[in-house]
């Protein structure tokens, strides 16, 4: 069984164990029963190939095409009504992206993209957003892929999920076989890439050195492989002493062969260096505590550690070295212990976990007091909606539910009729920022409608909030109870129509792990208008370089002339110029900060910062440090007015050499881990998403005012 068909059975599985009824749609008439025959088993799993059924197919001698399989679910699904098609392979993918039956409906396992920048050609690049854009998730089976996917194609970023390879559990021990010689094993695809021809000099290698050795191989030859290739590699396998070629077995049958085997082999060509997936042939040895010679990566160093003892080069003399390494026991029981550690959480259990993690936020439960039958009508109106975004994704899912948006062009441009007819049809308006539209759905609300008004801190500058008819609004929304009290005294409005509703902080989505050195880097998240202070933020990296050379600084952010509003105006530029000069000519600055382009991909640029600055004069709520925290860095926030009512006293600083005394204290004490689990398990419990999103629905639903979650 090839990588595709592992795939296949275990995500079979692991769907069905989720709570689904999965069907399993094949290439091909299966040649053997390798992959059907435990799949026929398992309660919950239908497997079909494309010549069953009312929508036979008759597909080439490769299989289903892409556009042939997909034309084939999307007649099946006609009958069978999927919440979810789960696909694998970049070409299929492709072609299902542009199925309006399909879309929205896509988990989409892509981890055959390319592992390079030089492969994210612009025409890659545009086919990934497709699809990117019509699936509901893109699994990715390693955090190496997430972050180079999210990194290359911003539409993957927030879509973009972590499911691990799934590794079965092996029915036998591993007993190493008969004493006296080495037993190596490999099972895998034969292909060129994977060095097999190179594997049956092994042995040979090895006895020269003295070392008595055999190699058993488990697979069928690789399709695609050149004709001559494929010739001189059965030969090899068939012929050469001291190499047993066992042929295809089913994965079970495969494990069993290893448990037999005293080291493992997943040694590959130098090209496949780059690769962001491990590979099914270095992960399974683990489960039955046996070590594999592969070759040095980074990947397999994020695995295994850098000292692991049987890395190998390309090269043959360097995997001969590696196995001899092998040949000594107490090196084997080193790494296989090491490689038991690195495989033992790719359970089914695991995967089943994520799984049904990932179905509650695609296929929600009806909302208390909903009826799927008899819809609550929702409209969100505003000029800007991205702050709603999540809010809205989630609304559009939710059974019992009814969706319409009304995105006005300005603040005072929109489509009067449609504004007017939403205002007619909607239980419940939401209005995302106190502007002319929240003005205009005040004017029209009607008896028994319930309106909501999420207020930011622009609206203050402005004159909108006291024009406002309150009694019309059942709640205005703000994002902290210091920016609430400002609303009310600003406006004029009674306590009893204000709520605290803060920002939702989807800690699973951040939480990934750091990169080495992540404790010596502060972090900025936009530094746009003059108020966000970077010049204090310099003055904390001033003051740690000082003690440590080590720390720099990241900015991920516009430039403050992308904004006009800002550039135009002679203060802010004022700033900026003042800002910039002192980097270039501070030789400790200079080489110290680090400006990175303001994108999506938010999560993956957190993986190198280890402490968050909040240096602004004023914020309502920060959202920045929040995502700081829940990615696992510790936030350091500046002492702005109401910073107390959103952050714990202990993150919060009244000047620059507080601010860099706690981030040295924290590295120097060798407090990182313990500090930042804190700050992000306070995240946790006040602003996850889900729960926002559940306190949003129970005031649009029922009314329900959120409970205060911060003293």
């Known amino acids: 069984m090839d990588a595709t068909a592992v795939w296949a059975q275990s995500m079979a599985r692991a769907l069905a164990a989720a709570g689904c009824s999965t069907m399993l749609l094949l290439k091909a008439r299966p040649a053997t029963e390798r992959l059907t025959a435990s799949l026929e088993e398992t309660a919950d799993v239908t497997v079909r190939h494309p010549q069953q059924g009312r929508h036979r197919v008759d597909p080439g001698p490769r299989g289903l095409t892409p556009e042939q399989a997909v034309e084939l679910i999307t007649r099946i699904d006609g009958e069978r009504h999927f919440h979810l098609v789960v696909l694998r392979g970049r070409r299929t993918a492709a072609v299902a992206a542009h199925s309006e039956a399909l879309a929205g409906r896509l988990w989409t396992c892509l981890d055959d993209i390319p592992h390079t920048l ?5 025409g890659v690049v545009a086919e990934l957003t497709d699809v990117a854009l019509a699936s509901r998730f893109l699994l990715c089976p390693s955090e190496e892929l997430r972050c180079f996917l999210e990194s290359t194609v911003p539409a993957a970023c927030g879509r973009a999920v972590l499911l691990p390879p799934v590794l079965a559990e092996p029915r036998r021990p591993a007993d190493g076989g008969p004493g006296g010689r080495l037993r190596i094993g490999y099972a895998g695809s034969l292909a060129a890439s994977r060095n097999v021809l190179e594997m049956t000099e092994l042995p040979a290698a090895l006895a020269a050195r003295g070392v008595p050795a055999e190699l058993h191989v488990v697979g069928d030859p690789a399709r695609g492989e050149p004709p001559e290739w494929s010739r001189r590699a059965t030969r090899a396998l068939e012929d050469t002493p001291d190499v047993v070629w066992h042929g295809g077995r089913s994965r079970e049958e495969a494990l069993d062969l290893l448990a037999s085997c005293d080291v493992a082999l ?8 780059t690769a962001l997936v491990p590979a099914l042939t270095v992960l399974e040895p683990g489960l039955l505590g046996i ?3 592969v070759n040095r990566t980074p990947l397999h160093e994020a695995l295994f550690g850098p000292d692991y003892p049987l890395y190998a080069d390309p090269g043959p003399d360097s995997a001969v070295d590696a196995l001899a390494r092998a040949a ?16 033992a959480p790719f359970t089914p259990e695991r995967a089943v976990r994520t799984l049904r993690s990932l179905l509650r936020a695609a296929l929600p439960a009806a909302p208390r007091g909903t009826n799927p039958n008899l819809p609550l009508k929702v409209a969100v109106a505003g000029p800007d909606l991205s702050g709603l975004a999540r ?3 989630h609304l559009d899912t939710l059974p019992g539910v009814e969706l319409r948006v009304d ?19 909607a239980d419940v308006v939401i209005c995302e920022w106190c502007g002319p539209h929240a003005l205009f759905y005040a004017r029209y609300k009607r008896s028994g409608q319930r309106l909501l008004v999420r207020l930011h801190r622009f609206e203050l500058s402005t004159e909108w909030p006291r024009r406002l008819d309150i009694e019309k609004v059942d709640a205005v929304v703000c994002v902290s109870p210091h920016y609430a009290e400002r609303a009310r005294q600003h406006a004029g409005w009674p306590a009893d129509r204000v709520a605290v509703l803060p920002e939702g902080i989807d800690v699973a989505l951040l939480s990934r792990p750091k990169l080495p050195g992540a404790r010596y880097t502060l972090g900025m998240l936009g530094v746009t208008p003059s108020r966000k202070r ?5 003055d904390v990296l001033a003051e740690l370089r000082r003690r440590d050379p080590r720390y720099t600084l990241a900015v991920k952010t516009r430039q403050p002339w992308d904004y006009w509003w800002v550039w135009n105006r002679p203060e802010e530029r004022a700033h900026y110029e003042r800002a910039y000069r002192r980097i270039q000519r501070s030789g400790s600055l200079a080489e110290a900060v680090v400006f990175d382009p303001y994108g999506p991909d938010v999560a993956v640029w957190l993986r190198r910062v280890g402490f968050v600055l909040s240096t602004s004069d004023d914020e309502s709520f920060h959202r920045a440090a929040a995502e700081g925290a829940a990615s696992g860095s510790v936030p350091v926030v ?3 007015p109401g910073a107390d009512t959103v952050y714990s006293s202990r993150w919060i600083h009244r000047s620059t050499a507080e601010m860099a005394d706690a981030v040295h204290t924290v590295v120097t004490e060798d407090r990182f881990d313990p500090v930042r689990a804190e700050a992000r398990a306070e995240i946790t419990e006040n602003y996850d998403l889900p729960r926002v999103l559940e306190e949003w629905v129970r005031l649009i639903v029922a009314g329900e005012r959120p409970e205060p979650r911060h003293d």
């Not at 995105?407 to 049809?425: F, K, V």
């Not at 970077?534 to 310099?538: G, P, Q, T, V, Y």
Request: charged content about 30%.
């Open 391 to 393: 809010l809205v994704e």
């Open 534 to 538: 970077l010049d204090r933020a310099l």
């Open 118 to 122: 030089a492969g994210m050609t612009p």
């Open 638 to 640: 500046w002492d702005w």
């Open 266 to 273: 997943s040694w590959h060509r130098g090209d496949l260096d």
């Open 291 to 293: 070590p594999v010679v």
């Open 407 to 425: 995105e006005w062009e300005g603040p005072h441009t929109h489509d009067r009729y449609r504004s007017r007819e939403l205002a007619a049809w």
């Open 328 to 343: 000594d026991p107490d090196v084997r029981r080193a790494a296989g212990a090491r490689c038991a550690a690195v495989s």
